[in-house]
Structures are given as structure tokens and as C-alpha cells.
């Protein structure tokens, strides 16, 4: 037989199904893979089976309906004051992972450098290899994650094309402050260089931390383009119901790398969606609230059994330090948890592209507390046997 395609044949199946297939084998409580244990609005959901029962259930515009273009563009106005024409810039896509793949296809050309900050979601990087670009790394530090700026300066050249930025940031938990942004604008005003923006959490933030689209600092309206997912923000992660704003310079060559890919989304859920943005914005209001409730549970609990924590500002992601609990790699004492304690976990070393730290290990809080208490149960019960 003839070779396959050897960039993808390179790669191991992701973490994420492998962590979750791990703990249904093991009938292990999941804390790795990001989704809730509980379902969006029953309003939300109704308005898709409507959809669904009463038609049209055919091919919707590839850009996506004009009721939920509508929404995403008045959504975006009343929180973060951009001023969107849904007809040109606002572009709905079948998952968030779809949209940055083809915002990352239609802005990248063979050898065009893309600044990749880690820790980071592990689709980055083979994404821009396979449009043909190179990924250039930068790495964050624990516990703080904060932006590097002297070495993004050092990053950025004549052949940096774009940037992947992701805040909230996954799995590290940091919402970056307006300084931190407002130093990366600067940066990417003065060499000219484009920011794909994956803000899937956006509405996940805790403690008084604000989210802050790229897009919104000045200048970066042409420069950014602007990632997101209702499926976070409305605790529906499997209808894989993502958004794309962009403007209306970079939108058309965006929008035919899209109609290449899945080319359109399901109109039942793109209804759904709409009904989520218009009438439902409360929901997502009080889930960051729960969320911030279960992660202090989740962060008491492992630290009273000898985890260090550390910091949390959003997203569904708490990340420990298992140092002194454990000797071996994070890879290694997922695996162990999940078999052992029944409780499964994600290493964080898989979001770097090489030679991350092997002492972290993330865990997803966004359960039913009584998940997350027995989980508790369960890893005390391992840590002292």
C-alpha cells in the first residue's frame, strides 16, 4: 500500500479521547475531558427540537443563519462594544476546533511563521502544519502563565504571518489583563501580523477577571479574528456550535476555506443557538458563578489530600502540582488515577510541544458536586492505601 498522510500519521490519537475511552474501561469518575455532566437550558434545547420537528432541514447558508449571525453580532456589541456587520464579518461554523482550523487555513501560505503560546490546546500546532506554516513556540511559565513579552518580541520577525492567542486559557486558567493584551496589540500593530483569537470561555471567568476580545483594543479590529463557542458558554459542548468574527477584509477567503471543510452547521441547532443568545444570557451569567463554587471545592479538596494548587481565573480547568504525592511523569500518574482510584485526570506536559513540565496534571470541575466530592472520596481512599 502507498504511504498516507505522513503529518497525521505522526500524531497519536488526542489525550482527550484516550483519557475518556480510559475511564469508561475503568468506570472512573471523568475530570479530564471538558465537558459538563449536566445539559443546557431546557428552553435552549426545546427551540432545536422545534426546529428540528417543524423544518427546513436542509442546507442552511454555509455563513450560517441569518437569526443567529444576527444574535452572535448583538452579542458582541453588548458585551465587549464591537460594532459587527453580521452580513460580512460574523460566520457560524460546526465547532470552535472548526473555526480556528479554518481561520488558520485561510490566513496561512506555505513558510508563513505562527507564534504559538504554551501551554496550548492541542490542536494548534498540527493545524499550522498542515496549512503549510511553521509553528514558532513561546512558552509561559507556572504558576502565574503570564504573557512573555521579551520573548514574543524576539519571536516576531518579517516571516511572522499570525499569532494564537487563547484567553480564557486552556488548561492553565489565566484571563489576561488589558496591559497584557494591550502590550501583544502593540506587537502585532507593528509587524503586521494577524491574531487568530480562540475565547471559547469567554463568559467562564471568576473573581472579578473580565474577559477582553483582542479584537476590541485599538487598532486590532482588521487584525484579530475572534473564536467562539456556544457550546461553553451554554454547557452544550456536544452540538458543536462554533463562531467566527472577523472583518469583512479577511472574512471571504475565512469563509471558502469553511465551505471546503463542513461547509455548514445544522439549522436545528443554529436555532437553538439563537435562542441561547437571545433569551438565555442569564444561564451563562450564573454558570460562571456555579463554576467558581465548584472549583473552590475541587481545589479545598485536592489540597487538603497534598496537591498544590495553583491559580484558577477561568474556564472549566483547575491544574495541581502533584510533586511530593507522586514520583513519577504526569502522563504516567493519569493512567494510574484513572485505573486505580477511578478518578481520571489530563497531563498538562501534553500541551506542550516538547520537553513540558512533568509534575502538573489538570482536573475539570465543571461536575455536579456530588461528582466531584465522590472524586475526592475516591483519591483520598488511593492516596492512602
Given at each position: 500500500m502507498k504511504e498516507t498522510n505522513?503529518?497525521?500519521?505522526?500524531?497519536?490519537?488526542?489525550?482527550?479521547?484516550?483519557?475518556?475511552?480510559l475511564a469508561l474501561k475503568h468506570d472512573a469518575i471523568n475530570l479530564g475531558q471538558g465537558f459538563p455532566d449536566e445539559d443546557g437550558p431546557l428552553a435552549i434545547r426545546e427551540a432545536a427540537a422545534k426546529s428540528l420537528l417543524e423544518g427546513p432541514n436542509q442546507y442552511p447558508s454555509?455563513?450560517?443563519i441569518p437569526a443567529l449571525r444576527q444574535a452572535i453580532a448583538e452579542h458582541d456589541r453588548e458585551c465587549y462594544g464591537l460594532d459587527l456587520d453580521w452580513q460580512k464579518e460574523v460566520m457560524v461554523t460546526s465547532g470552535a476546533t472548526e473555526a480556528l482550523q479554518v481561520a488558520l487555513f485561510g490566513l496561512i501560505e506555505p513558510g508563513d511563521e505562527v507564534v504559538v503560546m504554551e501551554p496550548a490546546y492541542d490542536c494548534y500546532v498540527p493545524m499550522i502544519k498542515r496549512a503549510g506554516g511553521v509553528p514558532v513556540i513561546v512558552r509561559m511559565e507556572a504558576p502565574d502563565w503570564r504573557l512573555p513579552m521579551e520573548?514574543?518580541?524576539?519571536?516576531?520577525n518579517g516571516n511572522t504571518k499570525a499569532i494564537v492567542l487563547n484567553s480564557p486559557l486552556n488548561p492553565a486558567g489565566r484571563v489576561f489583563s488589558w496591559d497584557e493584551l494591550e502590550a501583544l496589540a502593540e506587537l502585532c500593530l507593528r509587524h503586521d501580523v494577524y491574531a487568530v483569537c480562540d475565547e471559547v470561555y469567554e463568559h467562564l471567568t471568576f473573581e472579578g477577571h473580565k474577559h477582553y476580545p483582542l479584537m476590541s483594543l485599538p487598532g486590532m479590529r482588521n487584525h484579530a479574528v475572534r473564536i467562539g463557542s456556544a457550546g461553553k458558554s451554554f454547557s452544550l459542548t456536544g452540538w458543536k456550535v462554533g463562531y467566527i468574527c472577523a472583518a469583512a477584509e479577511l472574512m471571504p477567503v475565512i469563509a471558502k476555506a469553511h465551505q471546503f471543510a463542513t461547509f455548514t452547521t445544522s439549522p436545528a441547532l443554529q436555532a437553538g443557538v439563537v435562542e441561547a443568545m437571545t433569551n438565555r444570557m442569564d444561564?451563562?451569567?450564573?454558570?460562571?458563578?456555579?463554576?467558581?463554587?465548584?472549583?473552590?471545592l475541587l481545589a479545598s479538596g485536592l489540597e487538603g489530600l497534598g496537591f498544590k494548587i495553583l491559580p484558577t481565573e477561568g474556564t472549566y480547568f483547575l491544574t495541581v502540582d502533584i510533586s511530593g504525592l507522586y514520583d513519577g511523569r504526569d502522563e504516567e500518574f493519569c493512567h494510574v488515577i484513572t485505573r486505580e482510584a477511578g478518578v481520571a485526570a489530563i497531563p498538562v506536559s501534553i500541551f506542550f510541544d516538547m520537553n513540558g513540565p512533568t509534575h502538573l496534571v489538570r482536573f475539570c470541575f465543571c461536575k455536579r458536586e456530588e461528582v466531584l466530592k465522590?472524586?475526592?472520596v475516591r483519591l483520598k481512599k488511593w492516596l492512602g492505601r
Open positions: 505522513a503529518l497525521f500519521a505522526s500524531f497519536g490519537l488526542t489525550v482527550f479521547e484516550v483519557m475518556s475511552q454555509m455563513m450560517g520573548a514574543l518580541e524576539a519571536a516576531f444561564f451563562t451569567r450564573d454558570l460562571a458563578c456555579s463554576l467558581q463554587g465548584k472549583r473552590d465522590e472524586a475526592l
